[in-house]
C-alpha cells in the first residue's frame, strides 16, 4: 500500500546521521516552501526518500557530502 512508502505528497520523518529528526512533505515544484519545510520531488532529498519505507536507512548525497538518513514515519494528509 502507499502508505508503507514514499511517493509523492508523502509527509516523511527522518532521522540524520547524528539522530536528529527533521520532517518534509514531498511537493511539485510550484509548491516548494522551505519555511514549511516543503521540497520538490526533484530535490536530491526527495530523490533520495523516494520509495524508502519506514525504517529503511537511505543514502543522500548533500551540498556537505555523502549522508545516511532512517525513515521514521510516512504520513499522507
Request: glycine share 6%.
Amino acid at each position: 500500500p502507499a502508505a508503507t512508502r514514499v511517493f509523492f505528497g508523502a509527509t516523511v520523518t527522518y532521522a540524520d546521521d547524528t539522530g536528529r529528526e527533521h520532517t518534509v512533505s514531498i511537493v511539485g515544484i510550484d509548491e516548494v516552501d522551505l519555511d514549511r519545510r516543503y521540497v520538490s520531488w526533484m530535490s536530491p532529498l526527495a530523490r533520495a526518500l523516494l520509495k524508502a519505507r519506514e525504517g529503511d536507512a537511505v543514502r543522500f548525497h548533500s551540498p556537505a557530502g555523502p549522508r545516511e538518513l532512517e525513515i521514521v514515519e510516512i504520513r499522507y494528509r
